[in-house]
């Protein structure tokens, strides 16, 4: 999204992807439908930010003094944009119709390359010293660019390249890297006999508790 909005200014925008082909993660999240965004009010919205504290969101990029710059209205808008018709589930998110990926990358693809933004695959960073250093399939290419918007993912799934790699990169630098945490959770628990029929099935409308986190 950042590269959309920069080329649309009219700026050169590459996009240096480490991975055989962009976007992994977002077609994995395609698998379960792609839950692009909950259909709710704004102030409902917000509340899902800040964590367990309930602090107020520290996103100023999409938020300014409790007003969406990229909220609800405006992620399925996008999708539309995109030629993508999007329902809303019955508890409240957003899924593309298909509940599928592919098309809406697709159409997000052609939309940047018809603005002129480059995407490089196979293009992994290596150094921060006297610009951007990458590895890729014609050796090393160094870049200078005015303005650099780091997307790295995490370190969950390496095999879709979120493999963070690039924290000693940055650590290097002096940014401070807060530790990864788990952002999901799994529980065990010893089901009556008269669950047994609902084993699998997917769990909606619950809340957890656990002391005083809900």
Known sequence: MAAEMLAGAGHAVVIAEAMPT?????????KSGLNLTRDEPL??????????TGAPPRTPGYFDQGKAVFGPPEV???A??????????STGRVFPVGMKASPLLRAWLARLDARGVRLRTRWRWTDLENGFLFETPEGPRQVSADVAVLALGGASWPRLGSDAAWVPLLRDAGVRIAP???????????????MNRHLGAAVKGVALRAGEMV
């Open 80 to 89: 539309r944009g995109l030629g993508i018709a999007v329902f809303t589930g």
């Open 22 to 30: 962009p976007a992994r993660k977002f077609l994995m999240a395609g």
């Open 76 to 78: 399925m808008d996008w």
């Open 43 to 52: 102030p409902a919205f917000l509340r899902h930010f800040g964590g367990a």
């Open 180 to 194: 990864f945490r788990p952002a999901n959770m799994g529980f065990r628990v010893d089901w009556s006999p008269a």
